[in-house]
């Protein structure tokens, strides 16, 4: 008890347009050290489940960042000949511009604090695969991002499909069903957890008791579900497989 399980996974969108992929999870080769199960991974289990959906890296259009936390952008690059590159050579990475200029920054002044942001996200600006983009950023009729501040300082969420027929990919705007029955309670990693709040019961306010699926990234399976209300707050109803 007292712990919270969190799983990390990249959302998949297919339209009849684009391949888009929303956060690329922590990725292989990187220095990690407190984080020992992602330190210096090897792995072929990303690769894998991309392969089982029928996709390989050349088919992803958009990688959308939701923000740029270590967890949500780790295989945005792999490692060849020495060198990081994009993985997906084909993309578009679609970055806010606030949040991008905030830890170009950072990394700017303190290299150390955010090396993922040296081996994860600078690669992708020397190669030229970056859209700097507002976080209210329209990028069809299927596909927009909505501005979901406070976990980080422009962070961004994705609504995908048709009203009425439609989800939000949460990116870290929520990290467990727990913050949808009490939206203040902040984590511990929040850039601004007020605002991380505040963010909470208005999105949750506009699609409560509506047919919108919330996505979350970092929910144990089922990781999908509606939002209904609970007295002064709302409710998670995960959807059943
Ligand atoms: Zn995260």
């Given at each position: 008890?007292?712990?919270?399980?969190?799983?990390?996974?990249?959302?998949?969108?297919?339209?009849?347009?684009?391949?888009?992929?929303?956060?690329?999870?922590?990725?292989?080769?990187?220095?990690?050290?407190?984080?020992?199960?992602?330190?210096?991974?090897?792995?072929?289990?990303?690769?894998?489940?991309?392969?089982?959906?029928?996709?390989?890296?050349r088919d992803i259009d958009f990688v959308m960042c939701t923000h740029l936390h270590v967890d949500h952008v780790g295989w945005n690059t792999r490692l060849e000949n020495g060198r990081w590159v994009p993985t997906f050579p084909r993309a578009k990475y679609l970055f806010a511009d606030r949040e991008l200029e905030h830890w170009t920054s950072r990394q700017r002044e303190n290299p150390e604090s955010c090396p993922w942001i040296t081996d994860s996200v600078l690669p992708i600006l020397e190669a030229r695969r970056e859209e700097r983009v507002k976080s209210d950023h329209v990028l069809d009729e299927l596909v927009r991002l909505i501005p979901t501040p406070g976990h980080t300082i422009d962070h961004y969420s994705v609504q995908v499909g048709k009203p009425g027929e439609d989800g939000i990919v949460t990116g870290d705007m929520i990290h467990t069903p727990l913050q949808v029955r009490y939206p203040e309670l902040g984590m511990f990693t929040d850039y601004n957890s007020q605002q991380a709040g505040e963010t909470r019961r208005r999105l949750f306010e506009r699609i409560c008791e509506t047919t919108t699926l919330l996505c979350g990234a970092h929910f144990a399976s089922p990781s999908v579900g509606r939002i209904v209300r609970r007295g002064s707050a709302f409710d998670f109803v995960p959807m059943s497989d």
């Open positions: 008890m007292g712990r919270i399980v969190l799983c990390i996974q990249s959302y998949i969108v297919r339209t009849a347009h684009h391949i888009i992929l929303i956060d690329s999870c922590v990725g292989n080769h990187k220095p990690r050290p407190q984080v020992p199960f992602w330190n210096m991974m090897r792995t072929d289990r990303y690769e894998r489940n991309l392969a089982a959906t029928g996709l390989t890296v």
